[in-house]
């Protein structure tokens, strides 16, 4: 509910601190005094876009505060979706600057129009004889059905299954072009693929297979190198093993007449057994060395596939080519596995829709057993409001759509008159007759939910008597379960009010100034005199006025 409205330097307003309470606070001033003033400033709150052209002196900012007691709406969660600090009692500040930059905040937390707006939903409602159209709005007319149906809790578990299968969906079709992309490479992955089984990379040694091809194809080479080296080694008598005996010998024969004779004699000694140890490898080598073409293009083979693998996929050693053929792999069998990916996906929607069905089943059962009686409220209280003739037919359709909130289409159809046809509320309402209807769906919503403060502007415009009398005692009734303000001109609706305030105009050094002021009982009874008989208040109009306050 709305507490308190600061106003600064907007209009005609200098300077205005009002408190409200709750239950029904009537508005009242002559036509002109400044109350559409009021009511623009509160649609600054509520995330109007601001107007340098509103400000008063535009050498001061213009500021309009309001605060509001949230306790009863439930909007923690609403506050953590906008990032800003809860608080009981919510403060919402618009500032207009003199460079005409405008600024919000809500609890001293800066905020954009689109934060203030999805705020003001949960604070107040403004209505007026010419802003009915949420009246004809889908969102709305589903609002009153499930308010009534207590379908609040079915909503929300339907709301969030939907969320998880339009995920589930969302799923399936990625995984559905991914296969699509993926069978387009099939057949070539796989053909990568093949080729690299035709080589065993994980036990391969490339250093050690060219080495392999390089001995295989200088056989002859390697052989006579190996027999020329073999002669120079072991040629008798002047052979380089030989040669290094008979220098041994020599040095023999010295080796006990000191250290160094000693020292180069072992080290000889060491280069013969070296020597000794290179022919007996040569030997083997000469022994195992031997021609064998098969094996020779073997070992071509595989480096020619190894080099081909090296240049088709830019690697540069047999590491990256495993990657490379791991990779293959892994993109094969995913394509081979999205089948049953996809199988299994499609079981998990089918069921998540079953699931969906049965929820928007009951739903639907739910809002056309409450119909009936929705449209027996809303007549018997609009023949209250002098629409004795006034008719609803509201259809309900089933579709096959999964819709945000359900699978029914809704369609409210009014006859105001006798004689006449069912037609679209928004075709064959007036505005006067629109403002009834809503005032009557108000008060029968208000008796469902937590409704926002809510403010009617004028909406008695054209009504008088017997019916202005109901309307005030419908806005009464609200008012016990809500805060509802009225800007009226009856004094029936006026009288019906725990509050009244009054908005007048006053000119000070030839500059007007509009006021705002909670009128007391004395006051409260000269303005309803005023109302009913005009300014020159008489004795009987007193009387009347006191009738309809008491």
Same mark, same amino acid.
């Given at each position: 509910?709305?507490?308190?409205?600061?106003?600064?330097?907007?209009?005609?307003?200098?300077?205005?601190?009002?408190?409200?309470?709750?239950?029904?606070?009537?508005?009242?001033?002559?036509?002109?005094?400044?109350?559409?003033?009021?009511?623009?400033?509160?649609?600054?709150?509520?995330? !109007?876009?601001?107007?340098?052209?509103?400000?008063?002196?535009?050498?001061?900012?213009?500021?309009?505060?309001?605060?509001?007691?949230?306790?009863?709406?439930?909007?923690?969660?609403?506050?953590?979706?906008?990032?800003?600090?809860?608080?009981?009692? %919510?403060?919402?500040?618009?500032?207009?600057?003199?460079?005409?930059?405008?600024?919000?905040?809500?609890?001293?937390?800066?905020?954009?129009?689109?934060?203030?707006?999805?705020?003001?939903?949960?604070?107040?409602?403004?209505?007026?004889?010419?802003?009915?159209?949420?009246?004809?709005?889908?969102?709305?007319?589903?609002?009153?059905?499930?308010?009534?149906?207590?379908?609040?809790?079915?909503?929300?578990?339907?709301?969030?299954?939907?969320?998880?299968?339009?995920?589930?969906?969302?799923?399936?079709?990625?995984?559905?072009?991914?296969? &699509?992309?993926?069978?387009?490479?099939?057949?070539?992955?796989?053909?990568?693929?093949?080729?690299?089984?035709?080589?065993?990379?994980?036990?391969?040694?490339?250093?050690?297979?060219?080495?392999?091809?390089?001995?295989?194809?200088?056989?002859? %080479?390697?052989?006579?190198?190996?027999?020329?080296?073999? #002669?120079?080694?072991?040629?008798?008598?002047?052979?380089?093993?030989?040669?290094?005996?008979?220098?041994?010998?020599?040095?023999?024969?010295?080796?006990?007449?000191?250290?160094?004779?000693? &020292?180069?004699?072992?080290?000889?000694?060491?280069?013969?057994?070296?020597?000794?140890?290179?022919?007996?490898?040569?030997?083997?080598?000469?022994?195992?060395?031997? #021609?064998?073409?098969?094996?020779?293009?073997?070992?071509? &083979?595989?480096?020619?596939?190894?080099?081909?693998?090296?240049?088709?996929?830019?690697?540069?050693?047999?590491?990256?080519?495993?990657?490379?053929?791991?990779?293959?792999?892994?993109?094969?069998?995913?394509?081979?596995?999205?089948?049953?990916?996809?199988?299994?996906?499609?079981?998990?929607?089918?069921?998540? !829709?079953?699931?969906?069905?049965?929820?928007?089943?009951?739903?639907?059962?739910?809002?056309?057993?409450?119909?009936?009686?929705?449209?027996? !409220?809303?007549?018997?209280?609009?023949?209250?409001?002098?629409?004795?003739?006034?008719?609803?037919?509201?259809?309900?359709?089933? %579709?096959?759509?999964?819709?945000?909130?359900?699978?029914?289409?809704?369609?409210?159809?009014?006859?105001?008159?006798?004689?006449?046809?069912?037609?679209?509320?928004?075709?064959?309402?007036?505005?006067?007759?629109?403002?009834?209807?809503?005032?009557?769906?108000?008060?029968?919503?208000?008796?469902?939910?937590?409704?926002?403060?809510?403010?009617?502007?004028?909406?008695?415009?054209?009504?008088?008597?017997?019916?202005?009398?109901?309307?005030?005692?419908?806005?009464?009734?609200?008012?016990?379960?809500?805060?509802?303000?009225?800007?009226?001109?009856?004094?029936?609706?006026?009288?019906?009010?725990?509050?009244?305030?009054?908005?007048?105009? %006053?000119?000070?050094?030839?500059?007007?100034?509009?006021?705002?002021?909670?009128?007391?009982?004395?006051?409260?009874?000269?303005?309803?005199?005023?109302?009913?008989?005009?300014?020159?208040?008489?004795?009987?109009?007193?009387?009347?006025?006191?009738?309809?306050?008491?």
């Amino acid at each position: 509910m709305l507490t308190s409205l600061y106003i600064k330097n907007y209009a005609l307003i200098d300077e205005l601190n009002v408190q409200f309470n709750n239950g029904l606070t009537i508005i009242t001033g002559e036509t002109g005094a400044g109350k559409s003033i009021l009511l623009g400033g509160l649609s600054l709150v509520l995330g !109007k876009r601001a107007d340098l052209s509103q400000v008063k002196n535009l050498d001061e900012k213009c500021i309009i505060e309001a605060v509001f007691d949230v306790a009863n709406y439930d909007l923690k969660k609403l506050f953590q979706n906008l990032d800003i600090d809860y608080d009981v009692h %919510t403060i919402v500040r618009r500032e207009i600057l003199p460079s005409g930059k405008s600024r919000a905040f809500i609890n001293d937390t800066p905020a954009t129009l689109d934060s203030l707006s999805k705020l003001s939903n949960y604070l107040i409602d403004i209505h007026s004889q010419y802003q009915t159209q949420q009246l004809v709005q889908d969102s709305f007319q589903f609002q009153i059905i499930d308010a009534l149906a207590n379908n609040k809790k079915k909503l929300e578990k339907y709301s969030s299954q939907l969320k998880l299968y339009k995920f589930t969906l969302q799923k399936l079709e990625e995984i559905r072009i991914s296969k &699509a992309e993926l069978i387009k490479e099939y057949d070539y992955n796989l053909f990568l693929a093949k080729e690299f089984e035709s080589i065993d990379l994980d036990n391969l040694d490339v250093e050690v297979l060219e080495g392999k091809y390089e001995e295989l194809n200088n056989v002859e %080479t390697i052989g006579g190198k190996l027999a020329s080296t073999k #002669a120079i080694l072991s040629t008798e008598n002047i052979g380089l093993i030989d040669q290094i005996n008979s220098a041994k010998q020599e040095l023999n024969r010295i080796a006990n007449f000191g250290k160094p004779y000693k &020292a180069l004699k072992e080290r000889l000694t060491s280069i013969g057994i070296e020597l000794d140890d290179i022919l007996s490898e040569i030997d083997n080598l000469e022994d195992n060395l031997s #021609a064998d073409p098969l094996e020779l293009d073997s070992v071509a &083979a595989k480096l020619q596939i190894v080099n081909n693998l090296f240049q088709k996929h830019s690697a540069i050693n047999v590491g990256e080519l495993i990657e490379i053929r791991d990779a293959l792999s892994l993109k094969i069998n995913d394509t081979n596995s999205l089948d049953e990916t996809i199988e299994n996906l499609e079981d998990e929607l089918e069921n998540q !829709k079953e699931s969906l069905d049965k929820m928007a089943e009951a739903i639907h059962l739910n809002r056309a057993a409450i119909i009936p009686e929705l449209i027996s !409220k809303l007549e018997s209280l609009l023949n209250d409001l002098g629409m004795p003739n006034a008719k609803f037919k509201i259809d309900l359709n089933k %579709t096959d759509e999964l819709l945000s909130n359900g699978k029914d289409y809704l369609q409210f159809l009014f006859m105001a008159n006798k004689g006449s046809v069912f037609n679209e509320l928004k075709k064959s309402a007036s505005g006067g007759e629109l403002s009834r209807i809503m005032l009557a769906i108000k008060s029968i919503l208000a008796d469902y939910i937590q409704l926002p403060s809510i403010m009617f502007d004028e909406i008695d415009t054209g009504v008088s008597g017997e019916i202005s009398k109901k309307m005030g005692e419908i806005m009464q009734q609200m008012s016990k379960r809500m805060q509802v303000f009225t800007i009226t001109h009856l004094p029936q609706i006026a009288a019906k009010g725990n509050s009244h305030f009054k908005v007048y105009k %006053t000119d000070v050094d030839d500059v007007t100034h509009t006021q705002l002021k909670r009128l007391n009982e004395d006051e409260r009874i000269v303005e309803i005199a005023q109302m009913l008989g005009g300014v020159n208040v008489t004795k009987s109009a007193l009387d009347h006025a006191k009738q309809l306050l008491n």
